[in-house]
């Protein structure tokens, strides 16, 4: 193929319970490493933790109590191991539409604090795509914040036959095979380590908060190779 395979990321997919550290080494030299979810991304459900992280029990990508235990959130009560059920997060996705103006495939946030819902390829079409808010991709939908937003992303794979993972990112489209390669990742914490392939209606979720970056346009990727190549990407202007 192309110089590109010679520098192939090394992805390591932390699946499972347990305390893994998780170090993804991108292409440009960059490193971002995950002991816990309390950092950045938490199971759905936990409230964005002020105080380190003293509240969860053990680490792992999928988080321990699937947001059983702090949560401050009523998203995904309930839920164990990072799987909800898909039903919930069908209906967090309506929610989070309520307020949105949506305009030409443009979804318009007007509030500082901003909650996606990010659902890699939930079956609604065949093919890689994401489904943002209930707006289907390919290669869409567009997400408008305002500058200095917080952003949650409840993010799940609903994708019976791919694990996905999400990555706002600084480089633009067309991708290549390893997209998450091409750029940096666009604020701290705005990274979703792929999770499994949902098992039965239960699906992998996972919530990470950010800050918006500089007002501009990033895109949504999914960082498993060849999937935003095959049109896994959706926008987020930052106005
Ligand atoms: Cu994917």
């Not at 959130?73 to 996705?93: E, F, K, T, W, Y």
């Not at 309506?94 to 939930?122: C, D, E, N």
């Amino acid at each position: 193929m192309n110089s590109r395979t010679i520098a192939v990321p090394v992805l390591a997919l932390a699946i499972g319970a347990g305390a893994a550290t998780v170090v993804l080494t991108l292409a440009n030299g960059h490193t971002a490493a995950n002991s816990s979810p309390t950092a950045s991304q938490r199971a759905v459900g936990q409230a964005p933790s002020s105080t380190g992280g003293t509240g969860t029990a053990d680490g792992g990508m999928m988080g321990a109590a699937g947001g059983m235990g702090g949560g401050g959130s009523d998203i995904a009560r309930g839920a164990s191991g990072g799987l909800v059920p898909a039903a919930r997060m069908q209906a967090l996705a309506a929610r989070a539409a309520q307020g949105v103006t949506k305009s030409h495939g443009t979804l318009s946030y007007h509030t500082k604090a901003v909650t996606l819902v990010a659902l890699g390829a939930p079956g609604n079409r065949p093919g890689m795509y994401w489904q943002i808010d209930g707006v289907d991709g390919p290669k869409g939908p567009t997400v408008s914040v305002p500058a200095g937003a917080t952003v949650t992303v409840d993010f799940a794979d609903g994708d019976p036959g791919h694990p996905h993972g999400f990555e706002l990112t600084t480089a633009a489209p067309p991708y290549g095979r390893m997209a998450m390669g091409e750029g940096s990742i666009a604020s701290p914490g705005a990274f979703v380590m792929p999770v499994p392939p949902p098992k039965g209606n239960l699906w992998y979720a996972a919530t990470v908060t950010f800050r918006a970056p500089a007002p501009g346009t990033y895109h949504i990727i999914c960082p498993v190779p060849g999937h935003a190549q095959q049109g896994m990407w959706a926008t987020l202007v930052v106005r």
